[in-house]
């Protein structure tokens, strides 16, 4: 293991530009770290877009995991379409869950949400799911809504995943980067993540005049609005990426 962490190390440490730790290497960890402090004082206003995935592009993951031999239960998929919930921030019916689920009918999802509600009390977890008008909806215990509030401030109206977090970290500090260099930095295939970010208008991509140029990627100025920025070059430098 320390052995891959730094053979990881020394990947990183390759190209040119981007950030580097104190002793000189280029740290993907702590980027995406400062990184997401940085996400994180980003204040809620209209216009900032949403990155959590929609429920449909989790559902989606059934088809893509089933190509390379994954087991993903109906039960796990609904609880990843409750967990993003929607783009319109709207309740999520059971017909809408089922018709993203193969072989599963509306009142097995019923079903299929209860198990998971007694699965919280059992395990004494701090979300459940509820019913709300005709739909359901997985949000905080009202008991422990205090201490998210105490932590996280007011809802945030952009919502990074934890590998949104990375790959946009990576591209703000190498651009122009391509693809291929994402996934060498992460040593994981990021295409998915790259279109969903481009989608949102956080990231563009440059495919160049020259034939033989590669597409790069770049950070927008709405990535600058949403970060509070006036350019790249005010994101946190080494001072500022630790590992706490």
């Known amino acids: 293991m320390e052995t891959q962490a730094a053979e990881q190390e020394n990947n990183l440490s390759t190209g040119t530009g981007g950030e580097q730790s104190s002793d000189g290497r280029f740290s993907l960890h702590r980027l995406s770290a400062a990184f997401a402090r940085l996400a994180g004082a980003a204040e809620a206003r209209p ?21 390379v031999g994954e087991v993903i239960s109906p039960r796990m998929i609904v609880e990843g379409m409750l967990f993003v919930g929607n783009r319109e921030g709207q309740p999520l019916t059971n017909r809408q869950l ?100 481009v989608r949102r208008g956080l990231l563009r991509l440059d495919r160049g005049e020259a034939v033989n140029k590669k597409p790069a990627y770049h950070t927008t100025e709405r990535f600058n609005s949403l970060f509070r920025i006036g350019s790249a070059a005010e994101l946190p430098r080494s001072e500022d990426l630790d590992d706490s």
């Open 47 to 67: 216009g900032v877009p949403e990155l959590a995935e929609s429920f449909d592009e989790v559902a989606s993951c059934e088809e893509k995991a089933s190509t």
């Open 98 to 197: 089922a018709a993203n689920i193969r072989d599963v009918s509306p009142q097995e999802v019923d079903t299929l949400i209860a198990e998971l509600n007694q699965s919280y009390l059992d395990n004494q977890t701090t979300y459940e799911i509820v019913s709300e008008g005709a739909g359901y909806r997985m949000r905080i215990r009202p008991e422990h809504e205090a201490i998210r509030r105490r932590f996280h401030g007011k809802v945030r109206e952009a919502k990074l995943t934890t590998a949104a977090i990375e790959v946009l970290s990576v591209v703000a500090y190498r651009q122009p980067i391509t693809a291929e260099e994402v996934a060498r930095l992460r040593r994981s295939t990021s295409r998915a993540i790259l279109s969903q970010l």
